[in-house]
């Protein structure tokens, strides 16, 4: 349970010690808000997901026409769950007992929130940061060689954006759960999703649009051409939308700040260290094993998709090549505008499934409509590997060198498996949360925690798919394909495991609980 829990007297649990509680301390119950303000509470959701489409689609494919080769962009995303081991889990404990008069969550999504904004700022100017401190010379439309400067600045801003973004989602998730009240958890969690979506759509629009060259001309130069002037101004814009979905969360988000206790409780608090967080996991509720074990292999299932969905669009699907010719690396981009442009698709239907995943639960239970969601996975990875191999063969040709107008028929079949994937995603983005947030609350609270523990079940995936993609994929000399094919094998697996090892909630207790967790 909660160190912030537990007040009528007797006994509290603080990451693994038991400390008396006097009878007259008394926690704060958080006021019930109504739906319209719970749904703009969330906003901020809308807000870091904006900037988080932008970097899936579009940073991968970008960094590789800066130097950095196919299989070293994977190593670019380490940063972000070694993070993310160790940043959620403390920030979340932390977040549970922050007495700040601000409320527990809204500081820490405060700071991380500024911190993904210098990020975003860093990452859309490292060209010409990388130009100033002398990658060359040369005007960009002329030059096509490394950019180790500007590289070494766009690492440095894309692994301080996976650190802040790790620092926001515990405490934001946490804060809708605790504000959920009679509107119960799963429907917070639900217009969190919403927010989620909102922000994929947008996020994926701007760049699909390849227009911001010409809305706004100051942003290309001599070091930022049309390709890297489109990913500046649609990262200016996420900048700015994350400021507004900040401010309306605060405006909108009021926190009880927790009281201040004094005597052995709060000099107990001051104790807890980093390693004192760990040892608090042995104290999860039941069940939690098991979900952390099929929440990672589900991401093992996904993680392949989500770092490279555009870069396979361009590359097998288009057959461009970011460091090949002037016409291979305008196929290229037309891919990765194509990729986006699915990626649209695929947050329209996220979104109108997250509105169908609490009926879906009530009547097959979360435990099905898991599994379900894991057997789609495995037929739609399985698809792009098809895919993959009917557009090599339709070609005749190597995917890194021909140069042609992707097949229509190939180019459509990959949009619908982008589309359709969306209703799985929106499953992912809800469901593993939510059943952890019932589980938190059948043992009275400490969802900030157990959210944050979560998320380590999440980032070891990453961490195995970044070291492993790209020496994987260079060993059958096949681009992506070997990459979505472990993947669909993956989520066969989880598919298999989770219908065996998942809690078993009902319909009812899981409506129930989850709206009895305030």
Known sequence: MSSTEQSRGGEMELTGARISVPNNVATTAPKPISLVRLFFSCMVAGGVQYGWALQLSLLTPYVQTLGLSHALSSLMWLCGPVAGFVVQPCVGLWSDRCRSRFGKRRPFILVGCLLISSAVIVIAFSSDIGYKLGDTKEHCSVYHGPRWRAAFVFVAGFWMLDLSNNAVQGPARALMADLSGPHGCNAANAIFASWMAIGNILGYSSGASGEWHKWIPFLSNKACCEACANLKGAFLVAVVFLILSVMVTFVVAKEEPLPSVKGRIEAAEDRVGIMDIFKSIKNLPPGMPSVLLVTSLTWLSWFPFILYDTDWMGREVFHGNPKGTPAQMKAYNDGIRAGAFGLLINSVVLGVTTFLIEPMCRKFTPRIVWVASNFFVFICMAATAIISTWSLHSYHGSIQDVIITPDGKVKAAALFVFSILGIPLAILYSVPFAVTAQLAAN??????????????????????????AGPWDAIFNKGNIPAFALASAFAFMCGVIGLFKLPRLSRSNFKASMGGMH
Do not use: K, M, W
């Not at 900030?448 to 070291?467: F, K, M, R, W, Y």
């Open 443 to 468: 043992e009275g609270g400490g969802q900030g925690l157990c959210t944050g523990v979560l998320n380590i079940s999440i980032v070891i995936p990453q961490v195995i798919i970044a070291l492993g």
